[in-house]
């Protein structure tokens, strides 16, 4: 588009170069800055212009702009707001969206931006910003239509404007009155109390009453009495007149080419992308909404004369009222895309950052700001999980129709021909919350996928709906499953019933993974509490250069660092390496050095990939309102929404591209809410914002109530309106008349998280999840992380709930400390037990079952001793002692032993066996501590993990 100086306003100078709105009035055919204190406000005679710009996750602004005319505005007024439109978008370099308002049917995107609602002034220009001076309030009378967004309208204060279909507000001095027609809706009852509010906040300042009147309610209540005084006594309301509303529901979608200012007809069969040249502009014709395309190529004056068109065409004899909305080629809105029906999945848009930048560099050639114009993508951050993950597991193998209960040794090694059921139990904000998800492998069967469900669909039902209840895919998993498992492994095959039919029928020679076998194993994750092992095809073009593998061939085990990996993955191999092998030690293998061993059990060398497997990424966050009826799905986008938008009565989706959320509100009738998940499912078919959205995109069902932190985190939340009771209308009522937010009928008490939530006793071999496992603290290959929290509980039971996050702790107490239960004291016999059971292997402390008094292992009747004993042990096994560090307070290091740094290093010739080769420096004296790290041992341990690392790498001590 060619772009003359002459053409743009100065008012523009600067516009859109950060996130917020900017309003423009037209004055004498130019556009002039309001006053940020009059945003919303709009007067019936003059015609606005509105920029609205959008900080987006990738880092670029979208803008949208928007052009309001008042119903008294001036013919010259409005072609000026439309002009002027034009030309700020060729100031942002030429890809927003435009929108014709015009006062009383504005769309719901621009009223988003001025909730609850926008009530227009009289007057225009000549009267200013300013109101009018009066001492006596004046009655008005206001209906208000909308579900999503309110359409506020004031209306002749007479009886004959009341209606059975509409809401209406009758605002006196010295109260307000909210009249609900028979025929509303709750949820359009409660959005019209939020006008309520506004007017009683604006009008009012917060000191006047409340009332509510029900359509047909009898006279005999005192404040429909009082209503109906207003307009001389009850009567019959008449029936509402047929509008012009609905001509538009049988017209026919037409598209038309601007040739030389006039609009004429395309004729096709019909509509695809093929019809649209880059060289022109074009009218869609949709009866409620006309769109107007503008070809990239177009110049500023031809899309002047494309938006006369339209303007024109709006005008026309029994032409219903419709939106106008103007969009660029290759920055089409969803709606305009949708009318076609076939439409490119990629569209070949170069015009991006570089049409941009053209417009960026003529705009400083000719002395305007152009700061801010280009906005860089914003450093990628790992994604954060928003749970708790200091709660408890429980892993259930889907076989068949049933499920088994998997022991904690093994509830975080999956096959891919197998489906999943977990349930994770851990501590909210106020009270135990629940994640109950179902895991398909992608080798899995149809059968067990539909038994997974059931089964986790029934579980969810004993919990009386309380949990999240989450499905997903093998290789789609969201950061929250990462989370929780914190080590995960996926094995090839399955050992399901289901699955080993499947085999059989389809003659599948795909062998399930065998610890004598060989495979190959891709580590990935961003650290200790979030690391995976992926079985893949043992050939060599599995390989990649961003990520470390194992390669396991019986008792001969190989670590593989590809050449683009860090320190940090490394460690992660070695983490890995204690689930997958922990009693074999592996050989490095570094690449473009491996040896013919290495490559003979790949079956050779291949050419293999060198960039990260990409996955979803989480996008702006999109939320929809559903409408369900006998399997058909309709949604409405809710723009710039807040919690007060999800309504009790509904379903809304929440579309964040990586993940589908589906929240179901209190009030949603039963046989409704259990089609929650089929409504995810439609809704990722039929991928309403034409985003590709897989179909295997990880979908939590959510109950109002039991929201979990990383749903809530779009929102800012207030947990108490979740756990009001009452429909959306009555909540609404009590706040207004109260003015504050009632809270729920139980008092807000922290829960202790148990092991298997509410409705279940534990298995005593599940593992203890009582803190998470954070890069502060130590591991010890082949021991679970959970130990700590145990350990303190022997030395303390009382001393901090489950719930509450550990305290960070370094030292571990290793063989060579002591043995004797007297030196231990004041520790507990507990802690001196499994002290002694401490044995070396290989360089690592690792744990034996300790034994056990026949005093402590009396069991009460009814009880197998036996069981308990072997319960003890298995809670034991995966345990590592730690000793609890005084938060502020250096690390004690009496008892350790003092080794000289040549031994202690990783290629000593005469290493220390008898230490934690975790922490290798904890051994060096503080002298020698110091002249090898040139800091001391307390600055060392206050640096973040993986600068530690890093210094310990370089003296070869990690």
């Given at each position: 588009m060619a772009v003359s100086m002459r053409d743009l306003d100065p008012a523009f100078q600067g516009a859109g170069q950060k996130a917020g709105m900017e309003i423009w009035r037209i004055e004498n055919f130019h556009p002039v800055p309001v006053p940020k204190s009059s945003y919303g406000k709009f007067f019936t005679g003059d015609s606005y212009v509105i920029l609205k710009t959008t900080a987006l996750k990738s880092g670029a602004f979208r803008h949208d702009i928007h052009y309001w005319l008042g119903k008294d505005t001036s013919q010259d007024e409005a072609g000026t707001a439309a002009i002027k439109t034009v030309e700020l978008d060729a100031a942002l370099g030429g890809r927003a969206v435009q929108y014709r308002e015009v006062q009383g049917h504005e769309t719901e995107k621009f009223l988003s931006y001025f909730k609850p609602c926008i009530i227009p002034q009289?007057?225009?220009?000549?009267?200013?910003?300013?109101?009018?001076?009066?001492?006596?309030?004046?009655?008005?009378?206001?209906?208000?239509?909308?579900?999503?967004?309110?359409?506020?309208?004031?209306?002749?204060?007479?009886?004959?404007?009341?209606?059975?279909?509409?809401?209406?507000?009758?605002d006196t001095k010295s109260k307000i009155f909210q009249f609900n027609g028979s025929?509303?809706?709750?949820?359009?009852?409660?959005?019209?109390?939020?006008?309520?509010?506004?007017?009683?906040?604006?009008?009012?300042?917060?000191?006047?009453?409340?009332?509510?009147?029900?359509?047909?309610?009898?006279?005999?209540?005192?404040?429909?009495?009082?209503?109906?005084g207003f307009f001389g006594g009850f009567a019959p309301l008449p029936r509402k007149a047929a509008t012009d509303d609905r001509k538009a529901d049988t017209f026919s979608t037409k598209l038309l080419c601007i040739e030389k200012g006039h609009a004429k007809p395309v004729q096709a069969d019909s509509?695809?992308?093929?019809?649209?040249?880059?060289?022109?502009?074009?009218?869609?014709?949709?009866?409620?909404?006309?769109?107007?395309?503008?070809?990239?190529?177009?110049?500023?004056?031809?899309?002047?004369?494309?938006?006369?068109?339209?303007?024109?065409?709006?005008?026309?004899?029994?032409?219903?009222?419709?939106?106008?909305?103007?969009?660029?080629?290759?920055?089409?809105?969803?709606?305009?895309?949708?009318?076609?029906?076939?439409w490119p999945q990629t569209d070949d848009v170069t015009v991006s950052e570089d049409g941009r930048g053209k417009v960026a560099a003529l705009l400083k050639r000719q002395g305007f700001n152009v700061k801010g114009l280009l906005k860089a993508a914003p450093a990628k951050e790992e994604p954060q999980p928003y749970i708790d993950c200091t709660g408890n597991l429980q892993v259930w193998r889907v076989d068949g129709q049933k499920k088994t209960l998997l022991q904690s040794s093994e509830?975080?090694?999956?096959?891919?021909?197998?489906?999943?059921?977990?349930?994770?139990?851990?501590?909210?904000?106020?009270?135990?919350?629940?994640?109950?998800?179902?895991w398909f492998g992608k080798q899995s069967v149809e059968e067990e996928r539909a038994a997974a469900i059931s089964l986790a669909t029934k579980m969810v039902e004993s919990l009386k709906s309380q949990p999240v209840q989450a499905r997903i895919f093998e290789g789609n998993e969201p950061i929250q499953f990462f989370s929780i498992f914190q080590s995960f492994i996926v094995f090839k095959g399955g050992v399901s019933a289901g699955y080993k039919n499947y085999i059989s029928e389809k003659e599948i020679a795909d062998e399930t993974y065998t610890e004598d076998g060989t495979a190959l194993f891709r580590v990935q994750g961003s650290g200790p509490d979030n690391m995976q092992s992926i079985q893949v095809e043992t050939v060599a073009s599995s390989l990649n250069s961003s990520y470390c593998y194992i390669l396991q061939s019986g008792s001969t085990v190989f670590s593989w660092s590809g050449s683009l990996t860090t320190s940090e993955d490394q460690e992660l191999v070695e983490r890995q390496l204690d689930l997958i092998k922990p009693n074999v030690q592996s050989k490095p293998q570094k690449e473009g050095s491996e040896t013919e061993q290495f490559w003979d059990l790949l079956g050779g060398k291949s050419e293999h990939h060198s960039q990260k497997i990409g996955k979803d990424a989480e996008s702006d966050p999109h939320l929809f309102s559903c409408t369900f009826s006998e399997g058909n799905l309709?949604?409405?986008?809710?723009?710039?929404?807040?919690?007060?938008?999800?309504?009790?009565?509904?379903?809304?989706?929440?579309?964040?591209?990586?993940?589908?959320?589906?929240?179901?509100?209190?009030?949603?009738?039963?046989?409704?809410?259990i089609q929650a998940l089929n409504i995810a499912e439609k809704f990722v078919k039929h991928d309403f914002l034409l985003e590709r959205l897989s179909r295997e995109t990880p979908i939590f069902i959510i109950t109002e109530g039991s929201e979990?932190?990383?749903?809530?985190?779009?929102?800012?939340?207030?947990?108490?309106?979740?756990?009001?009771?009452?429909?959306?209308?009555?909540?609404?009522?009590?706040?207004?008349?109260?003015?504050?937010?009632?809270?729920?009928?139980?008092?807000?008490?922290?829960?202790?998280?148990?092991?298997?939530?509410?409705?279940?006793?534990?298995?005593?071999?599940?593992?203890?999840?009582?803190?998470?496992?954070?890069?502060?603290?130590v591991r010890v290959r082949g021991r679970s992380p959970a130990f700590n929290a145990l350990a303190a509980t022997f030395e303390n039971p009382n001393a901090r709930n489950l719930s509450t996050p550990p305290p960070v702790v370094r030292k571990l107490y290793p063989k060579s400390v002591t043995t004797d239960p007297a030196k231990l004291a004041p520790r507990s016999s507990a802690i001196a037990a499994l002290t002694a059971s401490f044995e070396p292997v290989r360089g690592n402390t690792v744990l034996k079952s300790p034994k056990v008094s026949p005093k402590?292992?009396?069991?009460?009747?009814?009880?197998?001793?036996?069981?308990?004993?072997?319960?003890?042990?298995?809670?034991?096994?995966?345990?590592?002692?730690?000793?609890?560090?005084?938060?502020?307070?250096?690390?004690?290091?009496?008892?350790?032993?003092?080794?000289?740094?040549?031994r202690l290093k990783v290629l000593s010739t005469d290493p220390v066996t008898e230490i934690d080769v975790t922490k290798r420096e904890t051994y060096l004296s503080s002298e020698e501590f110091r002249e090898k790290f040139n800091i001391t041992k307390d600055a060392f341990y206050k640096l973040p993990k993986w600068k530690q690392n890093k210094l310990k790498m370089v003296l070869q001590l990690f």
């Open positions: 009289e007057g225009g220009t000549a009267s200013g910003f300013k109101h009018p001076e009066s001492n006596e309030h004046e009655t008005r009378l206001y209906v208000c239509k909308g579900k999503h967004v309110v359409h506020v309208k004031e209306v002749s204060f007479a009886r004959s404007s009341l209606n059975h279909d509409d809401i209406f507000i009758l025929n509303s809706s709750i949820q359009e009852r409660a959005k019209a109390l939020e006008v309520v509010q506004y007017i009683k906040d604006t009008y009012h300042d917060g000191k006047c009453e409340v009332a509510a009147v029900e359509d047909g309610k009898l006279m005999a209540d005192a404040e429909t009495g009082e209503f109906w509509l695809t992308r093929e019809l649209l040249d880059t060289n022109k502009c074009y009218l869609l014709d949709c009866g409620v909404e006309v769109f107007v395309w503008m070809g990239r190529n177009t110049s500023l004056d031809e899309r002047k004369s494309a938006s006369a068109a339209a303007e024109e065409l709006l005008h026309g004899p029994d032409r219903p009222k419709a939106h106008l909305i103007r969009v660029i080629e290759g920055f089409e809105t969803v709606m305009f895309r949708s009318k076609f029906e076939a509830q975080s090694k999956f096959y891919s021909g197998d489906c999943y059921i977990f349930q994770y139990t851990y501590p909210g904000e106020d009270k135990e919350e629940y994640l109950v998800g179902t309709k949604v409405t986008e809710i723009f710039n929404f807040t919690q007060d938008d999800l309504m009790t009565e509904d379903i809304f989706i929440l579309d964040c591209h990586s993940d589908i959320f589906v929240w179901t509100g209190q009030q949603v009738e039963s046989k409704v809410r979990p932190s990383f749903f809530t985190r779009f929102f800012t939340w207030d947990s108490s309106k979740s756990t009001m009771h009452g429909n959306s209308f009555q909540r609404k009522l009590a706040i207004v008349k109260n003015g504050v937010t009632p809270t729920s009928d139980k008092p807000k008490r922290r829960a202790p998280a148990s092991h298997a939530g509410r409705s279940s006793v534990p298995d005593k071999s599940q593992r203890s999840r009582s803190m998470s496992f954070s890069p502060d603290r402590a292992s009396e069991s009460k009747p009814g009880t197998d001793s036996k069981e308990n004993s072997n319960a003890m042990s298995s809670r034991i096994e995966a345990l590592t002692i730690q000793e609890d560090v005084k938060e502020g307070e250096a690390e004690d290091e009496e008892g350790l032993p003092i080794f000289p740094y040549e």
